[in-house]
């Protein structure tokens, strides 16, 4: 069992930044893929981010590509999103997950997370 806690939300204007953080306990971090999520209302959850377990590989959709970074510490147990450049749009629920599954492939679908966080709101504001 993993618990995952994200924070650092909030409201911020069109163009600024943000920085996320989702703090895991329970079993060891770094066996796990982690990933960012989001959901906005009345929409479908959607992919944002992946991390592999080492830390080297990411992977990021079109559109969060070059304004999103994300990144980890498993020397705190830690996953990070830094936004950027942020846009109204990216107003949601963003949710960090957690994969125990080492792969060569990126996981970028919901339902290959075990885990997950209860979820930080971004409020974008124009």
């Known amino acids: 069992q993993v618990q995952l806690v994200e924070s650092g939300g909030g409201l911020v204007q069109a163009g600024g930044s943000l920085r996320l953080s989702c703090a895991a306990s329970g079993r060891t971090f770094s066996n796990y893929a982690m990933g960012w999520f989001r959901q906005a209302p009345g929409k479908e959850r959607e992919f944002v981010a992946t991390?592999?377990?080492?830390?080297?590989?990411?992977y990021y959709p079109a559109s969060g590509k070059g304004r999103f970074t994300i990144s980890r510490d498993n020397a705190k147990n830690t996953v990070y999103l830094q936004m950027n450049s942020l846009k109204p749009e990216d107003t949601a629920v963003y949710y960090c997950?957690?994969?125990?599954?080492?792969?060569?492939?990126?996981?970028?679908?919901?339902?290959?997370?075990?885990?997950w966080g209860q979820g930080t709101q971004v409020t974008v504001s124009s």
């Open positions: 991390i592999k377990q080492s830390g080297g590989n990411t």
């Open positions: 997950a957690a994969n125990p599954t080492y792969s060569t492939y990126y996981s970028i679908r919901t339902d290959q997370y075990d885990y």
